[in-house]
């Protein structure tokens, strides 16, 4: 794929000409509390503006930003992604585009602040070595037809092993529709529930406790909390305690 093809990344229906002052009005210093939650939390994440078709924003947690420095990307925009995304990461960037677009196209205005769409995709370090990022996109403003003017991203290291687990989820709903990339279609799926000793083995594992210390904690064996992390480590289809935090905190579970 070419830089030329950066045009892709910006669906037609989705093309802003222009903003009425009233429009305008409504983002009035809107970007400080965003620079605020970045720094509190040092949370990776970046605002794009549609109108501009680049970014408005770019927090300063390197993670995302490959070496460069977060006013490099910012200039950079969507050519951030022609330096640093592999090619066939980059050919499912623009089908997620497209399948993102189609998806709002049919949804009412009214609901289309409510919905986070999210996957994973690879980005090339600045030693060369490629990480799997997973990446969450939520509109924050629309224009007055309802085409999405700013939205905000928000990045973290993958729990998954492959590109792609595109999903979607509106707040408040306890579903989440996952893309079936080989059938090219939606489905439905109920959100994962995690049981009280599920999350409390979680929360004893954030804290750094091993399997006799959580074992001591909750007044089980460690063979209990053996059984416990297994099934728990089935049911969110990971393999070890550290996927398992990643997954839950990615996907608010806990």
């Known amino acids: 794929m070419k830089e030329q093809d950066l045009n892709s990344f910006f669906d037609s229906r989705n093309t802003i000409y222009g903003m009425t002052d009233e429009e305008r009005s409504k983002i009035f210093d809107y970007l400080e509390p965003i620079k605020a939650f970045a720094r509190a939390t040092y949370t990776s994440l ?31 925009g969507y050519s951030f992604y022609f330096k640093h995304v592999p090619e066939a990461d980059l050919e499912l960037l623009l089908k997620i585009n497209i399948i993102g677009f189609d998806f709002y196209e049919k949804t009412a205005l009214e609901d289309r602040t409510h919905y986070t769409i999210s996957y994973d995709f690879h980005l090339r370090n600045q030693e060369g070595k490629l990480i799997l990022i997973n990446q969450k996109l939520t509109p924050v403003f629309l224009t007055s037809s309802g085409k999405i003017w700013k939205a905000i991203c928000i990045i973290s290291l993958s729990s998954e092993r492959k590109a792609g687990n595109i999903k979607i989820h509106k707040n408040g709903e306890n579903k989440v529709l996952k893309y079936n990339l080989e059938l090219n279609h939606w489905e439905d799926s109920k959100k994962i529930t995690l049981s009280k000793r599920d999350k409390e083995i979680l929360q004893f594992s954030t804290r750094g406790f091993t399997i006799n210390e959580i074992a ?15 099934k728990l480590f089935e049911k969110l289809e990971v393999t070890n305690i550290s996927e398992a935090i990643a997954y839950v905190t990615s996907n608010k579970l806990i």
Do not use: W
């Not at 970014?55 to 200039?75: Q, W, Y």
């Not at 001591?216 to 297994?230: N, Q």
């Open 216 to 230: 001591e904690a909750l007044f089980i064996s460690p063979d209990t909390v053996k059984f416990h992390r297994r």
């Open 46 to 76: 970046y605002v794009i503006d549609y109108l501009v078709q680049g970014f408005e924003f770019v927090s300063e947690n390197p993670l995302f930003l490959c070496g460069n420095t977060a006013e490099e990307v910012l200039e950079m």
